[in-house]
């Protein structure tokens, strides 16, 4: 991060957009007092709290003012269950024990979880540890209030509450900053301020409106219209996926499949019948808590079956280990810091293919196309956890892509992404030869329109629709159950649907209606 100046007002909501690794993260360890106690470098100008200099503050009376909701909830939740994870900080305040109960209640009820509070958090989704975190600050009262992305993890109907609270935050007072990828949903809550960061500079800062104009619709997710119109003047998009699904041979099935994490316990998901075979790219949506991870969890062998079975090339996983699993499954998880362990990128990539038994010669082959597809090149000899969030996903992607596997399993793949990364290593994954088929869990409505051909809506712990994105997304009563929300990608291709026959990016969209189709009709 270079040369940033900024100011952030009482009550003002400020987003920041750009890459991933431009230095958002890095901006946000500077307000909050871990750059320089926490993280070391060069520190050059001055971060002033309230008029004072953060440099004569120690951390424990910046974080009373400032509060941080991480990128990754797993790296900010420590307590065994809700309750003592949302009092963590009043503890240490040495709050009086009624007070921190009075708080913590309250906040819940804010935040409309209070059905979470004697839950466990590591039986929690990632979307509900979010919403656990973000309770854990609120009931500090900061002034300051840091939000890293904080939308990577909820579904869409969570996210949009979410940003409802955010703008209610700043309109009552809190100062807010928040660092997002998801810009056509920001924009939705009417930030005050918009800063875009490229090459660890401020490129634009100013108003809402004029972001639109001044960033490249690559780099920045923008609404489909603007989009569309500006891809017209750019050469048609190539992507093609080298996977054909032929419909015929089963690589995975669900049968009849239930499970509970305790024994007798509620089932988690029940009745699930699905099959993935050759050549699909499947794409699985559905409410944080509906089931999504523990689905997947079966088919790689990491979860069995309480009831029904789940089939993998034919043979049941209860018969089959992870390892072996795992030459036909590869995973990635949704946190990365529940996959990256090594010293290095290049050992990270490396381990899973030795454990495999590959030769130095595929392993090295493998580790420089995994780099070369996610664009992690010169870093292989970085930590892993000293990287961005999002590169720490691109990573965990890597690690999966260098192993072979038949077929690629990502949960939340596009988390911390920005456009042009999140499209270009799908486009590259799905054009790679090798795969059979690929399956990603998604909140990312337009990730599905624009890259599945099957898409399963899961609902409760059950199956509530299935099968091509036209045929199952256009039904939006259904979407809203699900806690999905239409997107305007979703309403072009609904609208031209009947020209183009199958839903498509709105990059494709652009280059794929009549000529002569009237402009008005495009915006």
Request: contains cysteine; proline residues 6%.
């Amino acid at each position: 991060m270079q040369e940033v100046s900024l100011s952030l007002h009482t009550g003002e909501l400020l987003l920041v957009a750009g890459s991933s690794g431009c230095g958002k993260t890095t901006l946000i360890r500077c307000i909050n007092g871990l750059i320089p106690r926490s993280y070391k470098g060069e520190l050059q100008g001055r971060v002033l709290l309230q008029g004072q200099d953060t440099s004569g503050m120690s951390l424990a009376y910046i974080s009373q003012r400032v509060g941080t909701v991480l990128q990754d909830p797993d790296r900010q939740i420590l307590g065994a269950h809700v309750f003592t994870e949302v009092a963590f900080g009043l503890e240490n305040l040495g709050l009086p024990r009624a007070e921190i109960r009075q708080r913590v209640d309250e906040t819940l009820r804010y935040l409309g979880i209070s059905h979470l509070r004697d839950r466990e958090t590591f039986h929690l989704s990632g979307g509900e540890k979010q919403k656990i975190a973000l309770a854990g600050v609120l009931a500090m009262r900061p002034s300051v209030l840091l939000l890293d992305e904080p939308l990577a993890s909820l579904d869409p109907a969570s996210a949009q509450e979410s940003l409802a609270l955010f703008r209610r935050l700043a309109d009552e007072g809190v100062s807010i900053l928040l660092v997002e990828h998801r810009v056509e949903d920001a924009l939705a809550i009417r930030p005050d301020r918009v800063i875009f960061m490229k090459d660890s500079r401020i490129a634009y800062e100013g108003l809402p409106a004029g972001m639109t104009e001044a960033v490249d619709y690559h780099q920045v997710k923008l609404p489909a219209s603007i989009i569309m119109q500006r891809a017209k003047a750019d050469p048609p998009p190539t992507f093609e996926p080298a996977l054909k699904p032929d419909g015929q041979e089963p690589l995975v099935a669900f049968e009849d499949v239930g499970f509970s994490y305790e024994e007798g316990g509620p089932e988690v998901i029940h009745g699930v019948n699905f099959t993935i075979r050759r050549g699909d790219i499947v794409a699985v949506l559905g409410p944080n808590g509906a089931g999504k991870t523990t689905l997947v969890k079966h088919a790689i062998g990491l979860l069995k079956p309480r009831r029904g079975r789940v089939l993998v090339e034919g043979r049941d996983t209860r018969e089959l280990s992870v390892a072996q699993i795992a030459h036909t499954l590869g995973y990635v998880f949704q946190s990365p810091s529940h996959m990256l362990f090594a010293a290095t990128v290049r050992e990270e990539l490396a381990f899973g293919p030795k454990n495999l038994r590959y030769t130095a010669e595929e392993i090295e082959q493998g580790t420089h196309r995994a780099l070369e597809i996610v664009n992690l090149q010169g870093l292989e000899d970085y930590p892993p956890l000293a990287l961005s969030f999002g590169q720490q996903k691109r990573v965990s992607i890597a690690a999966i892509l260098a192993m072979y596997s038949k077929i690629l399993v990502m949960d939340e793949p596009t988390a911390g992404q920005d456009y042009w990364n999140y499209r270009a290593f799908m486009d590259a994954i799905l054009q790679m030869p090798g795969f059979e088929a690929v399956l990603f869990i998604t909140h990312d409505l337009d990730l599905a329109i624009s890259y599945a051909n099957r898409v399963i809506l899961l609902r409760d712990g059950t199956v509530a629709a299935e099968g091509a994105p036209a045929e199952v997304l256009h039904d939006v009563d259904l979407l809203r159950r699900c806690r999905l929300v239409p997107t305007s990608l979703l309403s072009l291709n609904l609208e031209y649907l009947p020209l183009t026959g199958r839903f498509m990016s709105a990059e494709a969209l652009a280059h794929s209606l009549p000529r002569d189709l009237p402009v008005s009709q495009q915006t």
